[in-house]
């Protein structure tokens, strides 16, 4: 009976079968529960669940330059290529065809002078489903009246990228950028970990996030790929477990087992979708989640109920400002 779902009209009719089938299979003796995990199982997700998908790390550009950037950075992502030119149509397309709701936008600024056309910029592309993240470039002796014009603009959370923007993030220089979007409640999405185009260098390594969540406990900090990119042993050493948010981009990447023991030990309410597209793509990214062996409860976590806590907090209500 159940292949009769699997194969059904999914985008059209999804809600409704969704529910007949949980109801089927609660008929049948199974808890609600265990119907819920039985037809993620089987690939079901219905309209509801998908339309709620909110991404937490995504790049775009301004249509003059997308594709530009998107080939220069292109030249140093290695294996990983495009699955789109980072034009926020494309962007939009691409949530269209995953079923996401909602994306953040990141943007690092690799000069102070980029900062303010970026804000102006993600200014005019903020809407219901596209929330941008001010840039901020921490190595700048004006950095405070760049807080004030992203407080003023009304935007609640910055990128930054420790080696596109040559810094180390441990750095006690930065300690009083750090104190200030604490006190601001401005939240940090971190580049975290080795990045394919710096090889080796360690500007974002788990052991200084560490050392920053020990002197900022009320800093805000969502650490993209799964805690630190291609650094998953020390993420589950020093990190999972802690108060900070983990992004779930490049979460295939890491080795079964080793991903499950960072699944259990971090809190479950401490990860929020992320893709990294267009450098991954966003269906392949939900595809991946949605067949991990965890409970469907997870999973919504996951892919929005962490993201609408966490947007309540900062970008309360949650639609565009
Ligand atoms: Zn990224």
Redesign the pocket.
């Known amino acids: 009976m159940l292949q009769f779902f699997v194969a059904g009209n999914i985008d059209t009719y999804g809600a409704i079968l969704y529910r007949r089938a949980i109801w089927r299979i609660c008929a049948a003796g199974a808890t609600a529960g265990a119907a819920k995990d039985l037809i993620m199982k089987e690939g079901i997700r219905n309209k509801t669940m998908n339309s709620k998908i909110i991404d937490f790390?995504t790049?775009a550009f301004p249509d003059f330059l997308a594709e530009k950037a998107v080939t220069k950075l292109a030249e140093h992502s290695g294996e990983y290529k495009p699955f789109h030119m980072g034009s926020i149509k494309e962007l939009l397309a691409s949530m269209d065809g995953a079923g996401v709701d909602k994306s953040l936008v990141?943007n690092i600024a690799t000069k102070p002078e980029q900062i303010a056309s970026i804000l102006k910029w993600s200014g005019e592309i903020r809407s219901d489903r596209i929330l941008p993240l001010a840039s901020f470039y921490p190595n700048n002796p004006n950095w405070q009246s760049d807080v004030e014009a992203i407080k003023k603009s009304g935007f609640r959370g910055i990128k930054l990228h420790p080696l596109y923007q040559n810094f180390f993030i441990d750095d006690e220089n930065l300690f009083d950028i750090y104190d200030r979007l604490q006190t601001e409640e401005i939240f940090i999405l971190f580049?975290a970990g080795y990045d394919i185009a710096f090889g080796k260098q360690d500007n974002a390594a788990p052991f200084r996030i560490a050392k920053i969540l020990k002197e900022f406990p009320r800093l805000t900090i969502i650490a993209?790929h799964m805690g630190s990119w291609k650094d998953w042993d020390n993420v589950l050493a020093l990190l999972s477990g802690k108060n900070l948010y983990f992004d779930t981009?490049f979460i295939h990447e890491i080795e079964p087992a080793l991903r499950d023991k960072i699944l259990s030990k971090h809190n479950d309410e401490f990860f929020l979708f992320g893709s990294?597209s267009p450098?991954l793509s966003q269906k392949q990214q939900i595809d991946f989640i949605d067949g991990l062996n965890i409970s469907s409860d997870y999973k919504e976590k996951i892919f929005y109920k962490n993201g609408e806590n966490f947007l309540r907090k900062y970008y309360d209500p949650l639609s565009s400002r």
Do not use: I, R, T
């Open positions: 790390h790049h990141a580049h993209s981009s990294d450098w």
